[in-house]
């Protein structure tokens, strides 16, 4: 049977990795991704292809397009796409870096590797961004996540489309705000988690309430804190039955409505942005079917 990616509708993993893909020059990966296929169950191994390979392979996703890039207001977001991202969900670091190099090996015939972002999750019963607050609160759930994130169009049904961006936090800045100015950033008090009427515009869930859209615009989310040395911030994910909704926020979050940015942007920023279709799954393996794979 047919299904989404489990990995999707599932909670976020204690530990994670994301690793990003280009195709060889040159190269048919129709082989190799045949392999993954087996590989890739979708929960443990999630994975997502992006447009430069699906139209190497010669075949069309309507709505499979590029990241786009804003500049404007002091911010900038790039748009940094590649071919293929796994993202290898666990519980045992030491599991995911041997399994992360067996697919390396496995991908190595069509694929060089480009990046790689290690996750974990923070507090795991509250699931907290590094700076504390709570995320994923207002995610959608049960029928509606499966609404929000799973595109029931036919020759496609079962597929999502993921939007990914590494931000990178400075956690002194943030810490050098007033803990009033910090929960007027989120709109939310970390204390409790309260949303809080009396935040500004340019609170981060005022420019993104998902109700607020029109038409609505509901994702799933299911962000990881990463780091890497002494840096470190979030690995933001939403899946969506397409990508209109992340994207109406981001315009947003950006001030291409109405010139407010958000206020997140005076602390973090995106180092890079990318979309993927995630194919869905047939018997616990990868269904490429759509791609006449
Ligand atoms: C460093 C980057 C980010 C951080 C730390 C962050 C953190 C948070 C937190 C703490 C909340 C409140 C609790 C919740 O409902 O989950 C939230 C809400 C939300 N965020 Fe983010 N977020 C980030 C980036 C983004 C981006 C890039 C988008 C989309 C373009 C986004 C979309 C949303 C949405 C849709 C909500 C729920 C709004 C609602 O309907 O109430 N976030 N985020």
Known sequence: MTACQPGILKPIPAV?????????????????????????????????????????????????????????????????????????????????????????????????????????????????????????????????????AISKRKGIAGSSFLAIQQWEHDMHRFEAMPRREQDHTFGRRRSDNVELDDAPESAHVKRTAQESFDPEAFVVRRSMPWSEGARCGLVFTAFGSTFDAFEAQLRRMVGVEDGVTDALFRFTRPLSGAYYWCPPVNNKKLDLSTLKL
């Open 16 to 148: 994670a990795r994301y690793v990003t893909y280009t195709l060889q020059p040159g190269a048919d990966a129709r082989a190799t991704l045949r392999k993954l296929c087996a590989q890739a169950d979708g929960e443990r191994t999630l994975a997502g292809l992006g447009l430069s390979l699906v139209t190497a392979l010669g075949r069309h996703i309507d709505e499979l397009r590029a990241f786009p890039e804003f500049s404007g207001f002091g911010i900038d977001v790039p748009s940094t796409p590649s071919a293929l991202l796994l993202w290898l969900r666990g519980e045992d670091r030491g599991e995911i870096v041997n399994r992360h190099r067996a697919l390396d090996d496995l991908l190595a015939p069509a694929f060089t590797r480009t990046g790689v972002i290690d996750a974990f999750t923070f507090d795991g019963r509250h699931r907290r961004d590094l700076t504390g607050y709570e995320d994923g609160t207002e995610n959608p759930k049960g029928g509606k996540a499966v609404a929000a």
